[in-house]
């Protein structure tokens, strides 16, 4: 079975501080996952991606995440949160089981940045 | 480089009009191409997806169809919208085949059914 859960749909932080999007994932085959940002009345953009090389992947605007199999997660992570930031982030798992591939998108977490 | 096109960006139609959503990707071919629905306050739903042309799957009954005419070409259409049909339509693609792995979306269309 394949299922993504964003634990938060809602997180606010203060510019300048960490950010901590969390995400975790169940799938039965070897899963690629991803996390997509939206920002208002834009389509998605890829942030980063793992797909089965380094744990730890680095993206754009800073952001990285580290894939944990030991507790099937997939967090996002920012040192210091910019006022560009604020948008909605989407945890994504992909796997080719049943020989088809089936990517599942989480119900997202709008991040809002406070000045 | 690979691009993908979709229009229109906006459109307020009355219920009960038809509906016609485009979209086209460039810089690739054979791509499996697909139609998401991002309603108010909720997370994405596949609604259509196709692996070539006129090969379309449909994830979730409702009023809508999909054609895929071309090789990048994918529509998305209904001959009679609900007002339950509003919401942010996204148009997506992705290689075929175990390498390809990455979505890659559209800008979107905001849909108000009035």
């Known amino acids: 079975a394949q299922s993504v859960t964003q634990l938060d749909s809602h997180v606010s932080v203060s510019e300048g501080t960490p950010v901590l999007l969390r995400c975790n994932y169940s799938s039965s085959y070897s899963p690629s996952l991803f996390w997509y940002v939206q920002h208002p009345n834009k389509g998605l953009q890829l942030l980063l991606k793992?797909?089965?090389?380094?744990?730890l992947v680095k993206g754009i605007n800073g952001f990285e995440a580290e894939f944990k199999k030991s507790e099937t997660s997939f967090h996002l992570t920012k040192p210091s949160a910019h006022m560009s930031d604020a948008a909605e982030y989407f945890c994504v798992v992909s796997d080719r089981g049943g020989g088809y591939q089936k990517v599942t998108f989480g119900t997202g977490t709008k991040l809002q940045v406070i000045p | 480089s690979q691009t993908i096109h979709q229009w229109p960006a906006t459109l307020v139609q009355p219920v009960g009009s038809p509906l016609s959503l485009e979209c086209t990707v460039e810089?690739?071919?054979?791509?499996?191409l697909y139609w998401y629905r991002q309603a108010a306050g909720r997370g994405l739903q596949l609604l259509f997806y196709?692996?070539?042309?006129?090969?379309i799957s449909s994830e979730v009954p409702q009023n809508l169809s999909a054609s895929r005419p071309q090789d990048r070409q994918f529509i998305l259409s209904s001959k009679k919208l609900l007002l339950s049909d509003s919401g942010f339509y996204l148009c997506?693609?992705?290689?075929?085949?175990?390498?390809?792995?990455?979505?890659?979306f559209g800008e979107g269309s905001w849909l108000t059914v009035v």
């Open positions: 997506a693609w992705k290689e075929q085949g175990a390498g390809g792995n990455t979505i890659y």
């Open positions: 793992y797909t089965s090389a380094a744990t």
């Open positions: 196709s692996v070539g042309i006129g090969q």
């Open positions: 810089g690739t071919s054979n791509p499996n």
